[in-house]
């Protein structure tokens, strides 16, 4: 079974616009939350991470939202440009680090 | 300078071959990892070496079978090759810095099955 759920599958918006991709896990084990992005031809790229004892981690127009009690956090894109139109992946680990677990995947397109 | 190089980029071959992809990392890390990105673009684990040492093994036919020479170098060999195989075969590598694991990922090697 899926151990982290993405949504949505895709998402269009517009230029400026804030996309929201949604995760949630079930293993309270993972404590490791890391985001990628992914372009079409090249492999997953880090985007940001954030650790369980965080609520909020923000770099540049990224920021990730944690919600350890749901076991739930997301990703907010601000200002959307659409070079951000990529594909995007949460991810969530144990404490060793080895092992990624990664969503479904959301594409996400950004329309000028 | 490539962080982690795979090759080849494409591989197109008939069932019933065997084939390798190899995969370098000029980053120092310890760990390296083979994962597959399947058509839907679900990516999953499948071997992680450590300092040369095979420490996850997922459920994987035995006919993929990963070979460290040396940490800096993992490569990936599978015979009998079947339709299924056919993915994206994305190259890992991560060092654990300063509360981030640091993967990076190489920029993948379509493999097509015939």
């Known amino acids: 079974q899926q151990q982290v759920k993405q949504s949505p599958q895709s998402l269009i918006v517009q230029k400026g616009g804030i996309p929201i991709i949604n995760c949630a896990y079930e293993n309270t084990a993972f404590d490791y939350f890391p985001w990628y992005q992914q372009f079409p031809g090249k492999g997953p790229a880090l985007l940001i991470a954030?650790?369980?004892?965080?609520s909020e981690k923000k770099e540049g127009r990224f920021t990730i939202s944690f919600n350890k009690s749901a076991k739930q956090f997301s990703l907010h894109i601000m200002d959307s440009q659409p070079g951000d139109s990529a594909t995007y992946f949460c991810a969530a680990s144990k404490n060793d680090g080895n092992k990624l677990v990664f969503g479904a995947g959301t594409i996400l397109r950004v329309k000028s | 300078d490539t962080a982690v190089s795979q090759t080849p980029k494409y591989l197109v071959t008939q069932m019933g071959n065997d084939k390798s992809i190899k995969c370098e990392q000029n980053l120092g890390h310890d760990t390296m990892y083979w994962y597959k990105q399947d058509s839907k673009k679900f990516l999953k684990i499948m071997f992680s070496y450590n300092n040369k040492e095979l420490i996850i093994n997922e459920t994987v036919p035995n006919r993929f079978s990963p070979k460290s020479p040396d940490k800096a170098h993992l490569n990936l060999h599978i015979n009998s090759l079947e339709l299924g195989d056919s993915a994206v075969y994305f190259c890992a590598s991560s060092q654990w810095t300063g509360g981030n694991y640091g993967y990076t990922f190489g920029s993948g090697t379509r493999l097509t099955v015939v």
């Open positions: 954030i650790r369980p004892d965080v």
